[in-house]
């Protein structure tokens, strides 16, 4: 490891591999540093992202694809289904990957892009000069580094510090953060063709339980609720009873526990010298909690945008903010709109949500996306959604 990059990316995930190799493909000179031991493991991840989104950063490959499904079923708490294609289901359902081996094909093609990658390497503070960011403190294998870039990409996760340190406000209320558990399950009894969502303030208050195939009798199973419904629920001990009461005869063979910003993205995403991606900079969907295509994206324009400031020797806050403004471009509206909807949603007792997906058992959505969805709910239920029907 050296004393100085181009770049340094904090963090492997999805984000911080596609904003490495991004930046290294151009001939820039880019470490990547992970905090654990291996990359992709612990998953903290439903593991459900959509093909054609996908496609567009790295072709599939059956190692790190569990499950192939074509669509999408969201249960209301009596029972009640509403079903939706593949092509409408929304960022989360498509494949259902195997992320501790995804993560690690994507590091892979960022280290044969040039990338330096270190793993067992933790952050453990930013360098600030003149006001910018001119690189990192970092431990690596028990011995303290100090080494400088001309830009420093926080990709760190829901837990970032990088951001924090260099002055941006991370913070989020209990509110905007939702809590989860998963269970990695076996010796059941599914459907292998569709994700499930299941709705319910006994099932999962304030949010919701998912149910996605791996596999012949495999399932990731698991829920997240709002960080201030959890004083009242543990996410572990609702999740539990439902697959007890549900899949009795079930094997549990890995859990899971983590947290996912709700909040919407973050108010500013850039700093002097400085830029944050996925988790980080809260890029998740605020009603599904789905981030790795948002986090891609981000790393796809943050990495282009860095090149170019590196090329022009300027690397201030309102240059970086051209990445800003492009992602906001690019998924601004939707992420709003999926806000609103959720802070609407998790205030509705079960019979409301009930009355919902009775309004629309009689729609064909196969060639209608969730915003479709949403338009047929607002004017089927004006006065239970009055408050949405200025987003659409």
């Known amino acids: 490891m050296k004393e100085e990059y181009d770049v340094i990316v904090v963090g492997s995930g999805p984000a911080g591999s596609i904003t490495a190799k991004t930046i290294a493909s151009h001939g820039l000179d880019v470490l990547m540093i992970e905090k654990r031991q291996e990359i992709g493991d612990p998953v903290r991840c439903a593991e459900g992202v959509a093909k054609l989104q996908l496609k567009r950063h790295i072709e599939p490959d059956t190692r790190w694809i569990a499950a192939e499904v074509k669509g999408s079923r969201i249960f209301a708490p009596d029972g009640t289904p509403v079903e939706l294609s593949e092509d409408v289901s929304g960022a989360e359902v498509g494949y259902t990957l195997e992320r501790k081996i995804f993560d690690r094909a994507l590091a892979n093609e960022a280290a044969l892009a040039g990338v330096e990658v270190r793993v067992k390497t933790r952050a453990t503070g930013v360098i600030i000069e003149d006001g910018y960011v001119r690189g990192i403190t970092a431990m690596h294998i028990g011995e303290e580094r100090e ?42 009894d599914i459907s292998q063709d569709f994700c499930e969502f299941y709705l319910g303030n006994a099932i999962a208050p304030t949010g919701y339980l998912w149910v996605f195939p791996k596999g012949e009798r495999s399932a990731n199973i698991g829920l997240a609720i709002g960080g201030d419904a959890c004083s009242k629920n543990r996410p572990i001990d609702l999740l539990r009873d439902f697959v007890e009461t549900r899949y009795d005869d079930s094997r549990i063979l890995e859990i899971v526990v983590g947290g996912v910003p709700t909040s919407g993205p973050l108010d500013e995403m850039v700093a002097d010298g400085l830029m944050l991606v996925g988790d980080a900079a809260r890029q998740s969907d605020p009603l599904t909690g789905g981030g790795i295509i ?35 471009e690019k998924h601004g509206k939707r992420l709003k709109r999926s806000l609103a909807v959720k802070n609407r949603f998790v205030t509705m007792a079960d019979d409301d949500l009930n009355k919902l997906a009775y309004s629309v058992k009689d729609v064909d959505f196969s060639t209608m996306d969730v915003f479709g969805l949403l338009v047929i709910l607002v004017r089927r239920n004006p006065k239970m959604l009055w408050s949405l029907r200025k987003l659409f």
């Open 294 to 328: 948002n986090a891609m994206d981000a790393g796809k324009i943050a990495g282009e945008v860095a090149v170019h400031a590196i090329e022009e020797g300027n690397v201030s806050k309102a240059r970086l903010r051209e990445y800003d403004t492009i992602w906001r």
């Open 147 to 188: 080494i400088r870039a001309k830009i420093v990409i926080g990709a760190d996760g829901v837990e970032s510090k990088i951001g924090r340190w260099a002055g941006i406000d991370t913070t989020l209320q209990p509110s905007e953060l939702e809590s989860g558990a998963q269970f990695l399950v076996t010796n059941i």
